[in-house]
Every structure is written in C-alpha cells, then in structure tokens.
C-alpha cells in the first residue's frame, strides 16, 4: 500500500537553528499539507499546498516558516530558526483531490517527524 | 468550518461495541461527516465518512440522523489494538484546506 514517508524521524536542535523537515507524498497525489501535534495537545494545521503554491495557511504559519517542493517527489517544511515552543511532531499529508460527493478525498498522514528543541 | 464535541475519553473492553458520539448543530448542507483514528506517536488515519443515513465498511459504521446535527461512529468487537483517539470532523470535503482536528475521543480497550 502506497504510503507518505517522512524523514527524519527524530530531530534535536538548539533554539535559533533552521530545521527542514522532508516528506516524500504518495506519488500521484497533487494537494499536500503538513500538521503538527505537540505532546498531549490536538492535531493542528499549518498549510495547504497545490500546484506548486500555497494555498492556504494557519496563523501558526509565520515568516519562520516555509514549504517547497523541490522536485517531483519531496515536500518540505523548513523552520527558519525554531523557538522553544516549535518542538512537536510534524506530520505530513498528501490526498489526490479536495473531495466532493464523488469521494472521500482521503487524506494520508506519514508517520511523522518528532522536532526537539533545545 | 462547523465545530464538533465529542466525549473526551470512553473506556471498553475487548470484544464489545464502541459508540461514539460527535455532536455538530451547525453543520452546513455541503459538509462531510468523516472520523480519523490516531495511534500514539503516528498520524491520523482515515476511517470512515458520510453524509447522510448510515455508511459501513469493514473497519467501521457511520450513523448520521436526518438532521445531521450529530453522527455516531461505530467500532464493533473492539479488540486491544482499537485504543486510540478517534477525530470527528466536519468540512466540505474531508481533504479540503485547512482540516480542523478537534480534542478527539480517547478510547481504552481493556482486555
């Protein structure tokens, strides 16, 4: 079964360092977001991305963020220098459509990468 | 999109039925009704979804009454692997931007 794959798993860094999270999207997918969960709290968006743009974003979302596909395969979360409060699990998704009455639009979760900040 | 409330936590054991309810008055015409599951340290899984009436399929079903102000997800013969927190949400297409998890059910399954 197709999955989305997130690489690393586990990462350390000290505070006011850039992180790039990496996640490979099931491969005919076109819509792709990331997510986080920090320990104990609720799931919560971060961006939408379609068609090589953005297409919506959380307030979460600051200018310390950003996400580039920078091939066909890798979607990528880069934080530009974390904060203390950055340290969660970021999980990536991918879907093949938005959804309508005809399907699900199902999204797919990696596994996620766990981001300790120091 | 419209705001869920579903219990916080829901102990069982194996083998029995687990109902949960997800209450959701303002629903509007276009939203889906669409539960994810959540294991420890993993991501979301797709469970079921529907809009209106009852939805099965081979892991779980889906009662949504005629005024879609609520839906039930059904889990039936849970066993000890069904514990997990399990995600209402309502939207215009489950995938659509911006998919807004709630606080979920923590259900336990105890042997």
């Known amino acids: 079964e197709p999955e989305v794959t997130q690489t690393p798993s586990h990462q350390v860094t000290q505070m006011g360092q850039e992180v790039i999270l990496r996640c490979v999207p099931i491969s005919n997918h076109l819509y792709f977001y990331w997510y986080r969960q920090i320990l104990g709290q609720k799931v919560e968006f971060l961006v939408s991305f379609y068609n090589n743009e953005i297409s919506e974003k959380s307030e979460i979302f600051d200018d310390q963020f950003s996400v580039e596909r920078p091939d066909g395969s890798n979607f990528t979360l880069k934080i530009r220098s974390t904060k203390l409060e950055d340290s969660a699990m970021y999980f990536c998704?991918?879907?093949?459509?938005?959804?309508?009455?005809?399907?699900?639009?199902?999204?797919?979760f990696g596994e996620g990468s766990r981001l300790t900040v120091l | 999109l419209a705001k869920t409330t579903q219990p916080i936590s829901m102990d069982s054991y194996e083998g029995q039925e687990v109902n949960i309810t997800c209450s959701h008055n303002n629903i509007a015409t276009n939203d889906y009704i669409t539960w994810y599951q959540q294991f420890p340290s993993q991501g979301p899984r797709f469970i079921i979804q529907?809009?209106?009436t009852k939805v099965t399929n081979e892991v779980a079903s889906l009662f949504i009454p005629a005024d879609r102000k609520s839906s039930t997800l059904s889990l039936p013969r849970v066993s000890l692997s069904d514990t997990a927190v399990y995600y209402c949400l309502v939207g215009d297409g489950a995938a659509g931007n911006k998919l807004t998890f709630g606080g979920g059910t923590r259900v336990l399954v105890k042997p």
């Open positions: 998704a991918s879907s093949d459509s938005l959804g309508d009455r005809s399907n699900t639009g199902e999204l797919f």
């Open positions: 529907g809009y209106k």
